[in-house]
């Protein structure tokens, strides 16, 4: 499969799953998605396309939060960023760790660095902050402050 | 039988690294693994976004002095993607070699923990030995063994003198006949058979499903390399080959790695062979507004980050994934079902990345105490690189 059979393909497959497309360069495409078509869409990537997934990054926009997937299908040397927009307050979305294992780690980072709820996750719990940490200080959304007293007394400094 | 928990750090002395697993095991076999990490964590990506873009490669080089090219590599990558910018052709060249240099030094590291943690010494012991001699040509060519501040958005800092280049390719030679010996030693060696063969195997599917990267991924047979699949720097411009084994064990892992030295070197030659004269930087003014994504093949797996700016001089968000998050993972599906002494070559066969490694400096006696400040260790150092110079007779 070229590139353009691709992009035409999931244009199609997805119609009325897919927001917008964003053709960056012929090695980037950033595809915004519906959330609730987010497994759809990754099962088809993952396992038809035998993408192999990247990581996930959140990005904090203050009035909502993002989510972006990326994907590289190696043989046409493309990298597919799936970008799903989360309205705040409500952060939750599905979790992609029924599809392949190798997103377990990278949600449960997520879910205490941004505070997203990921649904049907195994085992979300907190990765690379302590236990003690206290809950819903979340370190990369905007509005964190490193002074703030709760997280700095709870730490004990 | 009962169940017995056995804890393996976070500070232990096989484990350069904190690291927590705690190992669920009945008699000798090992039950179920679970991990904990998270004593290394500095912030790097919140930190990331208070400094400027140039001031950003700098902090993301102390992420780790092993792979203290990868980071900054994958990172200028990100940032040209957002303008989109090509670099000059000869700094495409000097980061090749540069990053190749790395990871020479990197899988020889691990080559000799691995002797380490299977009690077989005397490799440990020559391979940092040779390991040396890499750090001394990166020191050559870029004035310092680890965090070589090479890179910039757009080329590179510093250029690579032309009279440097045949003693590095000299140097380069010399080490090969060692190189030889010591791949003897490890794929022919019946005791590191006995230690490594079978033990430990992450089945290509499990690769697939774990999304596993690197010498990891490519030892359980997918042959799967950044350097080939999405061609950066110089890489497609020599000849070198993708190493790839199929059994998925310990040894198949050591097998890629200490091939994929070679593979470097020659990459390194062929570099330095056909080196375009011309600019090292394009003089990147402003960042737009914008996303991008760098991503480049670290010794231990495909290194990615993500970057984007909203029009100012810092980033809004920078994303890092290194190699051995998506490797650590693997180890439910390597380690269950093993025996417990052969648990730590497991654990260590993904060669989990050091965060951070420290140059040492001259502690005083009590007497007379003298308190280096930046300006002394600089000093110390460039006098130090300059014995090097001298005794390797670069002029």
Redesign the interface.
């Known amino acids: 499969m070229t590139r353009e059979e691709v992009l035409c393909d999931l244009r199609k497959k997805f119609k009325d799953d897919v927001i917008e497309v964003v053709d960056k360069s012929p090695k980037r495409v950033y595809i915004e998605i519906k959330q609730e078509s987010l497994v759809k869409v990754v099962s088809y990537i993952f396992k038809d396309l035998k993408a192999r997934f990247n990581t996930a990054s959140g990005v904090d926009m203050r009035n909502h939060m993002e989510i972006l997937y990326h994907f590289l299908i190696e043989d046409i040397n493309l990298l597919i960023s799936l970008r799903v927009k989360l309205q705040k307050p409500k952060l939750e979305i599905d979790s992609l760790v029924p599809v392949f294992e190798g997103a377990n780690w990278i949600e449960r980072e997520i879910y205490e660095m941004l505070g997203v709820n990921f649904r049907g996750h195994p085992n979300l719990r907190k990765l690379l902050l302590p236990e003690e940490w206290p809950g819903g200080v979340c370190p990369l959304r905007k509005n964190y402050k490193e002074w703030d007293e709760n997280a700095i007394r709870d730490r004990g400094v | 039988m009962g169940k017995t928990t056995i804890p393996i750090g976070p500070y232990h002395p096989l484990q350069d690294e904190p690291e927590f697993f705690i190992l669920t095991v009945e008699g000798e076999k090992v039950l179920d693994i679970e991990v904990r990490?998270?004593y290394n964590?500095r912030?790097i990506?919140?930190l990331s976004e208070m400094k400027t873009f140039d001031q950003s490669t700098f902090v993301i080089e102390r992420i780790c002095g092993i792979c203290s090219t990868s980071h900054p590599f994958a990172y200028t990558r990100a940032v040209e993607?957002i303008i989109?910018i090509e670099v000059p052709e000869r700094a495409k060249y000097i980061r090749t070699i540069i990053a190749e240099g790395e990871r020479i030094h990197s899988h020889l590291l691990w080559l000799g923990l691995a002797g380490h943690f299977l009690g077989y010494n005397t490799v440990y012991m020559w391979v940092w030995k040779l390991r040396e001699e890499i750090l001394d040509v990166m020191e050559i060519l870029t004035g310092n063994r680890n965090s070589y501040a090479m890179f910039k958005p757009g080329g590179i800092r510093r250029d690579i003198k032309s009279e440097d280049i045949p003693v590095v390719i000299k140097k380069m030679d010399s080490i090969v006949p060692t190189l030889e010996m010591l791949k003897k030693a490890f794929i022919d060696d019946p005791i590191l058979h006995a230690r490594t063969k079978g033990i430990g195997i992450l089945s290509k599917e499990n690769a697939?499903?774990?999304?596993a990267l690197g010498p990891t991924a490519r030892a359980s047979g997918v042959a799967?390399d950044t350097r080939k699949?999405?061609p950066y720097g110089a890489y497609d411009k020599v000849e070198w080959d993708m190493i790839v084994t199929y059994n998925g064990d310990v040894f198949d892992k050591l097998v890629v790695r200490i091939l994929e030295v070679f593979e470097s070197i020659k990459i390194i030659k062929n570099c330095f062979l056909n080196l375009p004269s011309g600019e090292i930087d394009a003089n990147i003014k402003d960042i737009p507004p914008g996303?991008g994504?760098g991503?480049i093949e670290a010794p231990r797996g495909?290194c990615?980050h993500?970057v984007?700016s909203d029009g100012t001089n810092r980033p809004?968000?920078h994303?890092v994934?290194a190699p051995t998050?998506?490797n650590?993972?693997t180890c439910k599906a390597t380690v269950i079902g093993e025996y417990i002494s052969d648990a730590t070559i497991i654990l260590a066969a993904i060669d989990p990345c050091y965060c951070c490694t420290e140059r040492m400096t001259v502690c005083n006696n009590i007497k007379r105490k003298k308190i280096y400040n930046g300006k002394d260790l600089i000093k110390l150092s460039r006098e130090k690189t300059e014995i090097l110079r001298n005794k390797m007779g670069v002029k």
Do not use: A
């Open positions: 990490i998270g964590h912030g990506e919140k993607d989109p697939i499903n774990y999304c799967r699949d999405s996303e994504i991503i495909e990615f993500y984007r809004v968000r994303k994934r998050f998506m650590l993972p």
